[in-house]
């Protein structure tokens, strides 16, 4: 799943950059795209899924989460250091959209998970997501919310090495073309 339905947003200014199509891809990894004036973009098609992922996570923690419940619900065993972490962050990854419950001693039941991160079933996404987020972060740039944000992105986001249908790759340029700052 490359796009996730956003209603009917528009931008708020005029895109920032031009409409592409896509000729192909390279390695896997790279999106190859012309221009109406021949120019050729290359666009890494992870960090273009993250930077649309990121973005509508942003905008839906102002509205809404949607969340996908797991047919059977995953148990995560954590070290008692992660757990008291995640206990922390039990209010923010809510309102992210996961559903987790303490489940006795440094366990956690995992009913849901925001549907940016895809198929349900996928619940590796789910144990890199809680491994990013206990993992120490000296620098402290950012609020434990926008880390979460972060996270997910990338954690939802396309993998290098995934290759795409010309179909899916032109829906990710479309994309790209709408969001605040398709640059980074």
């Known amino acids: 799943q490359t796009e996730l339905p956003t209603g009917t947003r528009t931008p708020a200014a005029a895109p920032r950059i031009p409409f592409m199509n896509v000729i192909g891809e390279f390695g896997g ?26 973005e509508q996570v942003r905008e839906r923690s102002v509205r809404e989460h949607q969340s996908q419940e797991l047919i059977s619900p995953v148990v995560l065993h954590r070290t008692p250091r992660e757990a008291a972490i995640i206990r922390e962050l039990l209010p923010a990854l809510a309102q992210e959209g996961f ?43 950012v609020t434990g919310r926008e880390r979460l944000t972060r996270i997910i992105a990338c ?30």
């Open 29 to 54: 990894i790279y999106l190859l795209a012309r221009t109406s004036t021949d120019e050729l973009f290359i666009i890494d098609q992870h960090a273009a899924h993250e930077r649309i992922l990121y």
């Open 99 to 141: 559903v987790l419950e303490d489940f006795g001693r440094d366990t956690f039941l995992v009913r849901a998970i925001p549907v940016v991160l895809g198929r349900a079933e996928d619940t590796g996404v789910l144990d890199e997501v809680i491994s990013d987020l206990v993992r120490p972060d000296p620098a402290r740039t």
């Open 155 to 184: 954690r939802g986001a396309i993998k290098a090495g995934t290759v795409l249908t010309l179909e899916q790759s032109q829906r990710i340029l479309d994309q790209l073309r709408l969001t605040k700052n398709p640059f980074t």
